[in-house]
């Protein structure tokens, strides 16, 4: 089985005003499918620039990108929407929700843009909300939730889709510890459980020491890659749900 | 079609998010619509009315009055030389096949004497045809015959205005008015027929049988004394008017003896190309009206194009949310068009009800006739879709074509 992301020699190149950052500058890199992976390293040392490429949010400059054995680097526009709504979850530092929908739909959202139609869209997303420990909190707007619970929102309105991947930007950056914690705990269970692949970038190594593999950059290029050893790997393995719906942060 | 029922849920949320705001986006259409809509109402009511006063001269009418006369070489002008006759016009009837009706008149003022009261107004002489070609009925009493002209019978047809003036709400039916000091008895008087288009009252007049008319009354011409000041005709159909009037020119040629080389001793006039005239002249203003209200739905459009930019500003990240959970270009572009289009035809629609609203208030209090066709509302609905796409397509578009990563990162 092929690894599901292989990435060779990827470049990324752009312009800020009229200086040329070279974010990326030769990544060869492979991801095996139900891995959990931590990126690490300074601000501006790549990292970012990578998880928006595994996203397929952006093309690079040059280099393969193949997700699930599909060539994506050459995709247009409309092509790599439909491989994120497919494929891909984000998870976003600041959460990311629409202010002005509650949290069903927000969970619902990416069932809008699939191009089937789905039915029953509010169970699957109240099934959704159920599994990260929000049931009863549905018609709350993104303002009425804490934090944490927000960032739980956003976590099931990746998985809605049911993707591969889980590409988490700095996931807990936003929380407390215990909050983080209990992001973290989800991300397990999912990787665990549900065999979901998640790439984390993180600059917390208490947060890294969640997943099972961390690889660090510097200056657009991987400089470490450690698996961590099997017995360290998972320190916490909890019970996903019921989290108690009022834990918040 | 999800999408699309999820796009109108969306863009009404936005749009009350910001009540103030869209109100004023839309009045901008609102105001553009209703006054074209108005403009339009008043534009087809002046076209109307005159189609109106068109009908109550009578329908398919060419007049004929003679030609200028020369006197010692001074030209004197049209309708002065005495070249008509009552023959003429039996002949006309008679023998333009495309000619219906051809009656003779003569016209005269005279002061006019009933009891203690009396009115200046034109005495026609006529025949019952004339009747007939103005579409003139008789309200009360009867009309006169054929025989009244034979025998110069001393009768009179009365219109409203000389009525209304004479006798004091009396009835004038067999009454014996005075006019030159020759006894008259009234025999009918004619249904009010109100201003024509030059703003003449068509009901200050008093009609005669041509031979009484012109032995009691004007008088008769010394050149000759079959002699008729007008001679009015009706052509079998509109169609037919053209024909009608070189029959006409054709046979007046002949009997009047012209050769060749001659000039007409007449003129041929239909009241058509008048009234023609008059319309296009009228429609020429409505569509400058409607042209400059429609300047105003420019404006409105530009007003929705200006709030539109901003919501696509205000509202980046979530576009480029909607683009990382796998938004299309043409989703986000049908989302902010749908937006656009929702503002512009609240707007129409509120307009429309505006502008009929105003059209019927102008009708009422500056006494315009005015008239709202289906046509001017569809129109209107129309172009204010056609506002809503052409002014939301470039937001739109920017909004589309947002890269996701700068989206998600805008603050």
Same mark, same amino acid.
């Given at each position: ?249 | ?280 002249? *009228? ?5 400058? #009206?409607? !042209? %400059?209200?429609?300047?105003?739905? /420019?404006?409105? +459009?530009? @007003? ?66 005015? *008239? ?5 509302? #569809?129109? !209107? %609905?129309?172009?204010?879709?056609? /506002?809503?796409? +052409?002014? @939301? ?19």
């Amino acid at each position: 089985m092929p690894a599901l992301i292989d990435v060779r020699d990827l470049h990324k190149t752009y312009l800020l005003g009229e200086i040329v950052v070279n974010a990326l500058q030769g990544v060869t890199l492979t991801i095996d499918r139900g891995s959990f992976v931590a990126i690490m390293g300074e601000s501006g040392s790549g990292k970012s620039t990578l998880l928006n490429l595994l996203g397929c949010l952006d093309r690079p400059t040059s280099g393969r990108y193949l997700l699930d054995g599909i060539s994506v680097e050459a995709m247009n526009r409309d092509q790599l929407a439909e491989i994120r709504n497919r494929k891909i979850g984000f998870v976003f530092q600041n959460f990311n929700l629409l202010p002005r929908m509650d949290a069903l739909e927000n969970v619902e959202l990416p069932l809008l843009y699939k191009g089937s139609e789905t039915l029953d869209e509010d169970e699957l997303g109240q099934l959704g909300l159920a599994a990260v420990g929000l049931t009863g909190q549905e018609h709350n707007l993104p303002a009425q939730l804490s934090g944490g619970q927000q960032q739980r929102v956003a976590i099931a309105r990746a998985l809605i889709n049911k993707p591969e991947i889980l590409l988490a930007d700095e996931p807990t950056g936003a929380l407390d510890s215990h909050n983080g914690a209990e992001i973290m705990t989800i991300f397990q269970t999912l990787n665990k459980a549900q065999g979901i692949t998640i790439v984390m970038v993180t600059h917390s190594d208490e947060i890294a020491a969640y997943a099972g593999r961390i690889i660090r950059f510097r200056d657009g290029l991987i400089v470490g890659d450690a698996r961590a050893p099997r017995a360290v790997r998972g320190m916490v393995v909890p019970v996903l749900s019921p989290l108690p719906a009022g834990a918040s942060g | 079609m999800k999408q699309l029922i999820s796009s109108i849920r969306i863009a009404f949320r936005a749009l009350r998010m910001n009540k103030l705001r869209s109100a004023l986006t839309m009045l901008g259409i609102v105001i553009g619509v209703a006054s074209v809509i108005a403009t339009v109402a008043i534009g087809s009511g002046a076209t109307q009315r005159i189609q109106q006063q068109i009908a109550s001269i009578g329908s398919n009418i060419i007049i004929v009055i003679p030609g200028s006369m020369s006197s010692s070489g001074v030209r004197l002008g049209t309708g002065n030389a005495v070249t008509l006759s009552e023959a003429d016009a039996r002949e006309l009837a008679a023998q333009c096949p495309d000619v219906a009706l051809a009656a003779p008149m003569v016209r005269g003022g005279a002061q006019v004497v009933f009891g203690n009261n009396n009115w200046a107004t034109g005495v026609y002489g006529v025949t019952p045809d004339y009747l007939t070609i103005r579409e003139l009925s008789v309200a009360v009493g009867s009309e006169f015959i054929q025989q009244d002209v034979d025998s110069a019978n001393k009768i009179a047809v009365l219109g409203q205005t000389p009525v209304d003036n004479l006798f004091d709400g009396a009835d004038p039916i067999g009454q014996s008015i005075r006019i030159k000091n020759v006894p008259f008895t009234v025999v009918g008087v004619l249904a009010r027929k109100g201003q024509s288009s030059q703003g003449q009252d068509q009901d200050d007049v008093i009609l005669l049988p041509i031979s009484t008319a012109k032995r009691k009354v004007i008088g008769v011409k010394q050149a000759n004394a079959d002699a008729v000041d007008t001679i009015m005709m009706q052509a079998k159909s509109g169609a037919q008017i053209p024909a009608a009037q070189e029959e006409a020119s054709a046979l007046l040629r002949q009997r009047h003896h012209l050769q060749a080389a001659d000039d007409n001793d007449f003129s041929i006039r239909n009241l058509e190309e008048l009234f023609a005239a008059q319309e296009a002249s *009228s429609k020429i203003m409505a569509m400058m #009206l409607a !042209a %400059v209200a429609s300047v105003s739905l /420019v404006v409105g +459009g530009i @007003g929705i194009m200006n709030i539109m930019l901003i919501s696509v500003q205000e509202r980046t990240r979530e576009i480029g949310l909607r683009q990382a959970v796998g938004a299309k270009t043409r989703d986000i572009l049908t989302q902010f068009l749908v937006e656009a289009i929702t503002l512009s035809l609240a707007g129409g629609l509120a307009g429309i009800l505006v502008g009929v609203g105003a059209s019927l208030l102008i009708s009422k209090l500056a006494g315009w006739t005015t *008239s709202i066709g289906p046509g001017a509302v #569809l129109l !209107a %609905v129309f172009f204010s879709a056609v /506002v809503g796409v +052409g002014f @939301g397509y470039y937001p739109a578009r920017k909004a589309a074509f947002l890269d996701p990563i700068e989206a998600l990162r805008y603050d």
